[in-house]
């Protein structure tokens, strides 16, 4: 099992940019994909998650109403669309993945499978 992430970048306060992870090995359907971010002296923290067996997605407060997580599972690939981007979004995003039964989605012990991570800045 493999998880790629990409779409990281450098922008400013206010805009957008689009995460993806493509997710070979396994199929989505049954199971979850998570988003993660960890911030220089920081722990990792839960942002997203999208559940596939109900379809169910779950939010940090930090990013409820400028974040939207989404599926294809034609190209078996998570997307996290982030608007409205702030200095403190500042992290490397990591995704994560598990085969069925999410437990705690903003747990980093719920997920068996991880991506390397992509950098996203925010700065003037």
């Known amino acids: 099992v493999q998880l790629q992430a990409s779409g990281g970048g450098l922008v400013q306060p206010g805009e957008s940019l689009r995460l993806s992870c493509q997710v070979s090995g396994f199929r989505l359907d049954g199971g979850a994909v998570a988003w993660f971010r960890q911030a220089p002296g920081r722990t990792r923290e839960g942002v997203s998650c999208?559940?596939?067996?109900?379809?169910?997605?779950y939010y940090a407060d930090s990013v409820k109403g400028r974040f939207t997580i989404s599926s294809d599972n034609a190209e078996n690939t998570v997307y996290l669309q982030m608007n409205r981007l702030k200095p403190e979004d500042t992290a490397v995003y990591y995704c994560?993945?598990?085969?069925?039964?999410?437990?705690?989605?903003?747990?980093?012990?719920?997920?068996?499978?991880w991506g390397q991570g992509t950098l996203v800045t925010v700065s003037s």
């Open positions: 994560a993945a598990v085969r069925s039964n999410l437990h705690l989605w903003f747990s980093m012990h719920s997920y068996d499978y």
């Open positions: 999208i559940d596939e067996s109900d379809g169910a997605t």
